[in-house]
C-alpha cells in the first residue's frame, strides 16, 4: 500500500466497471502486463465515447485529448480520423494548434495540450517537432508562455459573439505582465516528454520549471494567473489548456523538483482524500475529462484518485 493514502485503493480502481481506469492502473501503478487489459480498454472507450468526435472543432480536440489520457493509441481505426481532422483544421502550419478562432491563430496552452496528447498517443509526424520548436521560440524572458490571441473581458465577448481573436498577442513583449500560469503548465505538460524522447531543450524546461514554481509557490492569492480553474488547489482532471495544483506538483515531481519549500502543498494534496482513500473531483471546469463527460463535482472519483496515486509514486 502507497504511505500517503489512508487506506487501499487500488482494488477500486482496478474494478471492471471502467476498463480504462482498470488499464491505466495495470500499466502505470502495478507495471505489470497490460495486454489483455488494454484491448479491453480500447472496446470499452471505442464502443461508449468514439461518438462523441463528430461536434464542432473544439469538441473533437477535447475528445482526442481524452483518448489520449485513456491510453488510445494513434493507430486505432478510431482515433487516425480524428488526428487527421485535428491537423487539417486547427494545425498552423509551423507553429502550433488555434481553436475554433477567425482568424486561425495558434494558442500556447491549446498547442501545449494536443501536443502533448499527440506524444502520449505515440503519434510521429511533423506537426511534433514543428509545435515544439515554436513552443520553444515564444518563451518568454521571465521563463514562461503567455502567447493568446484573446485578451481580457472584452476579447471573450467578442470571440463569443463573432468567433473572432482580440489584441492578446498585443501583450506577449510586454514584460510588466507576468506569463500565464496554465499556458506555462500545458507547455511544459508536453516539452518534458519531448525532451525525454528526443533528448533536446533542457535548458528552455529548465528555465520554464523554474517560472513555474516561482509562480505558483509564492502566490499570496491563488486565483492570480488561473483563468479557468476558479482555484488550482481544487483537483479537477485537466486535458485541454487547464491545469492544477497537483498537476504541477506530478510536473515538478517528474523534473526531481519537489524541494521542502513545496511540501505544504504537496501535504495539501495528501489532505484532500477522505478515510477511505479516496479523492474527489473539486471543481466544475471547462478543459477536464469531467466536463467532457459531464460529470459533476463533489463525489469520489477515479479520476482524480488515479492523478494523485501518479504523483504519490514518483
Not at 491510453?71 to 481505426?77: T, V, Y
Request: net charge positive.
Amino acid at each position: 500500500m502507497n504511505p500517503y493514502f489512508k487506506q487501499p485503493v487500488i482494488d477500486w480502481l482496478l474494478e471492471k466497471n471502467n476498463p480504462i481506469i482498470r488499464n491505466l492502473t495495470i500499466t502505470e501503478i502495478l507495471h505489470e502486463d497490460y495486454s489483455v487489459s488494454y484491448e479491453e480498454a480500447v472496446s470499452y472507450f471505442e464502443k461508449t465515447f468514439s461518438d462523441k468526435s463528430h461536434k464542432s472543432l473544439n469538441s473533437t480536440i477535447h475528445y482526442f485529448t481524452f483518448a489520449a489520457e485513456s491510453a488510445m493509441r494513434a493507430d486505432e481505426k478510431f482515433i487516425q480520423p480524428v488526428i487527421n481532422k485535428i491537423i487539417e483544421k486547427s494545425f498552423v502550419e509551423g507553429k502550433g494548434f488555434s481553436p475554433e478562432w477567425k482568424p486561425k491563430t495558434p494558442c500556447a496552452g491549446w498547442t501545449g495540450s494536443i501536443l502533448k496528447s499527440l506524444i502520449k498517443s505515440g503519434y510521429c509526424g511533423e506537426e511534433i517537432h514543428s509545435c515544439a520548436e515554436w513552443l520553444i521560440s515564444i518563451q518568454r524572458r521571465d521563463g514562461g508562455w503567455f502567447y493568446s490571441p484573446v485578451a481580457g473581458f472584452k476579447d471573450s465577448i467578442k470571440l463569443y459573439f463573432s468567433g473572432k481573436t482580440g489584441k492578446g498577442l498585443q501583450r506577449e513583449d510586454d514584460e510588466k505582465l507576468s506569463s500565464s500560469i496554465i499556458s506555462t503548465a500545458c507547455v511544459l505538460g508536453a516539452l518534458i516528454p519531448y525532451k525525454n524522447i528526443y533528448n533536446k531543450y533542457h535548458l528552455e524546461v529548465k528555465k520554464g520549471i523554474k517560472y513555474l514554481k516561482n509562480s505558483v509557490f509564492t502566490l499570496k492569492n491563488e486565483h492570480r494567473g488561473i483563468y479557468c480553474n476558479d482555484d488550482f488547489s481544487k483537483i479537477i482532471y485537466p486535458v485541454l489548456s487547464q491545469t492544477d495544483l497537483l498537476s504541477i506538483l506530478k510536473l515538478l515531481a517528474e523534473e526531481n523538483q519537489l524541494n521542502n519549500g513545496i511540501i505544504p502543498y504537496f501535504n495539501k494534496i495528501v489532505s484532500k482524500q477522505n478515510s477511505s482513500g479516496k479523492f474527489s473531483l473539486e471543481a466544475d471546469s471547462h478543459g477536464t475529462i469531467h466536463s467532457l463527460l459531464g460529470i459533476k463535482k463533489g463525489k469520489p472519483d477515479k479520476w482524480c484518485t488515479l492523478n494523485a496515486y501518479r504523483l504519490f509514486s514518483i
